[in-house]
């Protein structure tokens, strides 16, 4: 499935919806070596906040800052990285994007105006505009609560020049997506849990952009995301996984 999103200066996206994207429990998520709790989305909802984590996947900046109307709730979230999940609390919410070392008081690189949820949880994704040469937003909806016995992944292709990408399981002849454009992203599926390097190939099948790093296998009641970015020669394959505290525990994987 390939969805595209609207995006750019002043974009205004409805991101409410419906959708498992309040949580009743507590969310761990794992980058890397770095882990995170964040709180319920239940609990969240209580109070009339929003859970909004940023992923800076523009190669081009080496940190960025996100301010809010009334608040600076991400700061110099470095490139390849994830921030934790943080609470926003206005529905209507202007996000803007700075470059962190010139800060908040110089011009915005991009801004979009967001309609979220109470107790819902969505990703900023940071990355280049179509042409390379701008900046641009992504909001994505996290729904992270896989069906009984499953695994959720998403792939977000960030990398403007990388024309279109599948993503691959090594010894497993279907990709979980395929031909996903950049600018695009292929939402949440439910899998079966399994073993083995996933990558991220050109849609030709001839070429392996990168191996996926941290990320060896889907675990059931996990919820995974990749995030396509940087460009020809220097290409990164940005991985967090998610996992609501009580769920899925203690399925075995199946191997390929």
């Known amino acids: ?9 002043g974009a205004l996206l409805l991101l409410g ?26 609990r969240a909802d209580a109070r009339g906040q929003t859970l909004v984590r940023v992923v800076n996947a523009h190669p081009n900046l080496s940190a960025v800052t996100i301010k ?3 608040q600076t709730p991400f700061t110099e979230v ?32 991009a801004v ?6 109470d107790g819902s949880r969505y990703t900023l994704v940071i990355m280049p505009d179509r042409d390379g040469s ?25 990398a403007p020049s990388s024309g279109e990408v599948d993503l691959t399981v090594k010894g497993r002849p279907e990709p979980l ?27 030709d099948g001839k070429r392996t952009l990168v191996t996926v790093r941290d990320l060896s296998g889907l675990e059931a009641g996990k919820s995974y995301t990749i995030v396509l970015a940087g460009r020809a020669g ?19 994987r199946i191997r390929p």
């Open 112 to 117: 979009n105006r967001e309609i979220m949820a």
């Open 68 to 70: 809010t109307d009334n």
């Open 234 to 252: 220097g290409w990164q394959g940005i991985t967090f996984e998610d996992a609501v505290q009580g769920v899925g525990a203690g399925v075995p």
């Open 177 to 203: 997506f395929d031909d996903v454009n950049p600018g695009s992203e292929a939402g949440f599926r439910n899998v079966d849990p399994m073993t083995g390097p996933l990558m991220l190939r050109h849609e």
């Open 17 to 42: 919806g419906c959708g498992r994207s309040e949580t009743k429990q507590p969310v761990t998520t794992t980058t890397g070596s770095d882990t995170s709790l964040s709180e319920s989305g239940a």
């Open 134 to 158: 701008g900046v641009m937003m992504w909001a994505l909806r996290d729904e992270l609560i896989p069906d009984e016995g499953k695994a959720k992944i998403r792939l977000v292709n960030a």
């Open 1 to 9: 499935m390939r969805r595209n999103w609207k995006y750019g200066i």
């Open 78 to 109: 470095a490139y390849e990285t994830v921030s934790p999940y943080r609470e926003v609390e206005d529905n209507v919410t202007k996000f803007e994007v700075f470059d962190a070392k010139t800060g908040v008081t110089s011009e915005p690189l």
